[in-house]
């Protein structure tokens, strides 16, 4: 049968997480109650980062797209996996699961360059602090943003392009709960290498450029940290990016181990672990961990809820 775009198989079945019925209702509950806080955490610092003007900076420009990025990319799958907890057939189409894959794609690739560009600010805040208003103007920022979501946009047109070009005859079932690549690929009934090649390329591209790039920073920063003379000084200036370390590491590190790995059996279960990990833990401890270490955050919090209570 030759390739094309249209697909023989109209809809996918999601295994989903485990197939065992005793935990479905646990799990749902417990992935409920990750979604409410990730909303909640990652919707209240878009707020008071849009609302407070001593917020306005090129930190909190950059933080406010890694919220929007998490708030929207645990939205593309959380949802419906939710659904598949509670439904006895875990069903999506053909149609929904490419737009799943599209957007899974284009925000987590984002989500890689923003940390990145939040890496390139705090190593000119602390290493060029003189120069910090020159460097990081608005204009930088804005094509710093720009630049994470072009190179989003291209590698996610690139994957969900050639996915689009594979046709599956039979086999429907996908071993995972949401519609990632490896799985996805598994189920063609046409050759899979181009796929596979892309695969490799974009992701060593994504995971390891922006890794290498933050590595690199923080190698600068630590030594300009441990040249500072005064003791608070160094305790600020580590404080400062222990919150971003937290949050690239764990990202990061979920995700090399998801993609950078051979496929095999096992493999493919403990990735379906770690995608836990970077889909569902990272959006939801980004909030947590930039704000219960920020203080300005939480005079910003603080100021808001006043605010209401005086209004009230």
């Known amino acids: 049968m030759s390739p094309g775009n249209v697909s023989l198989v109209t809809q996918f079945i999601l295994v989903g997480l485990t197939d065992l019925p005793s935990l479905q209702l646990p799990l749902f509950f417990l992935f409920l109650g990750m979604y409410m806080v990730t909303v909640l955490g990652n919707l209240t610092l878009i707020t008071l980062i849009g609302l407070d003007s001593h917020l306005h900076t090129p930190m909190y420009f950059f ?84 630049g994470s979501y072009l190179m989003a946009f291209s590698s996610a047109m690139a994957h969900t392009g050639c996915l689009l070009r594979l046709t599956f005859c039979d086999a429907n079932i996908i071993n995972h709960y949401f519609c990632d690549i490896l799985p996805v690929l598994q189920l063609s009934c046409t050759r899979t290498d181009v796929n596979k090649l892309l695969l490799f ?48 590491s764990l990202f990061f590190g979920s995700g090399s181990f998801a993609y950078l790995q051979p496929s095999s059996a096992s493999s493919r279960n403990e990735g379906k672990i770690s995608s836990v990990f970077y889909n569902n833990v990272v959006p939801m401890t980004n909030p947590l961990i930039y704000s219960l270490r920020n203080k300005d955050v939480k005079v910003a919090l603080r100021k808001s809820l006043n605010r209401r209570i005086f209004l009230s």
Request: include cysteine.
């Open 201 to 248: 390329i974009v992701s060593g591209i994504n995971i390891i450029v922006p890794s290498v790039t933050i590595f690199i920073s923080y190698g600068f920063i630590l030594s300009s940290i441990l040249h500072i003379s005064s003791t608070k000084g160094r305790s600020k200036a580590f404080s400062i990016c222990s919150s971003h370390i937290m949050a690239v």
């Open 63 to 146: 933080l406010f797209n890694l919220s929007f990025i998490d708030l929207c990319y645990s939205s593309v799958f959380t949802p419906k996996m939710l659904l598949n907890f509670v439904s006895k057939k875990n069903i999506i189409s053909y149609q929904g699961c490419m737009a799943q894959f599209y957007f899974f794609c284009f925000f987590i690739i984002s989500e890689c360059y923003v940390l990145t560009s939040m890496a390139y600010d705090r190593y000119v805040a602390i290493c060029n602090p003189l120069l910090y208003n020159v460097v990081m103007s608005p204009k930088v920022c804005s094509n710093l943003i720009f």
